[in-house]
Nanobody, 117 residues
Framework: QVQLVESGGGSVQPGGSLRLSCTASGFSFKDYGMVWHRQAPGKQRELVGLMTDGDVTWHPDSVRGRFTISRDESKNAIILQMDSLKPEDTAIYYC???????????WGQGTQVTVSS
C-alpha cells in the first residue's frame, strides 16, 4: 500500500528553522519526482519545492535561498529544510508524488507550520 506521512511541523519564531520529512511506504522515492506544497488559510495551494527522479531541484522565488528540498534514501524520505522562516510561511505543508506507482498521484496528510512571535 502506497502511503506518504509528513512530520516535523510545529511552531517557531520568525527567523527560526524547521525540517519537514515525508516518509514513503510501498514504493521507493528515488524512482519518482516529488513535490512539497503548502496552503495557507484562504489562499491557493503553492508549490514550494520539487525534486525530479534525476535529482534536479527547484524552488519558487518566495522561498528560494531559504528552503531546500533533498532526498534521504536511507529513510526513504523527502526532506524540506526551512530556514529564516517568516510569518507568511505559516501554512499546512503537504508532500506529493504527481506520477507515482501505477501512474497515480499520491498526497500526504499534511503537517502544520506556524511562524509567529
Amino acid at each position: 500500500q502506497v502511503q506518504l506521512v509528513e512530520s516535523g511541523g510545529g511552531s517557531v519564531q520568525p527567523g527560526g528553522s524547521l525540517r519537514l520529512s515525508c516518509t514513503a511506504s510501498g514504493f521507493s522515492f528515488k524512482d519518482y519526482g516529488m513535490v512539497w506544497h503548502r496552503q495557507a488559510p484562504g489562499k491557493q495551494r503553492e508549490l514550494v519545492g520539487l525534486m525530479t527522479d534525476g535529482d534536479v531541484t527547484w524552488h519558487p522565488d518566495s522561498v528560494r535561498g531559504r528552503f531546500t528540498i533533498s532526498r534521504d534514501e536511507s529513510k526513504n524520505a523527502i526532506i524540506l529544510q526551512m530556514d529564516s522562516l517568516k510569518p507568511e510561511d505559516t501554512a499546512i505543508y503537504y508532500c506529493n508524488v504527481p506520477h507515482g506507482p501505477r501512474e497515480r498521484e499520491y498526497w500526504g496528510q499534511g503537517t502544520q507550520v506556524t511562524v509567529s512571535s
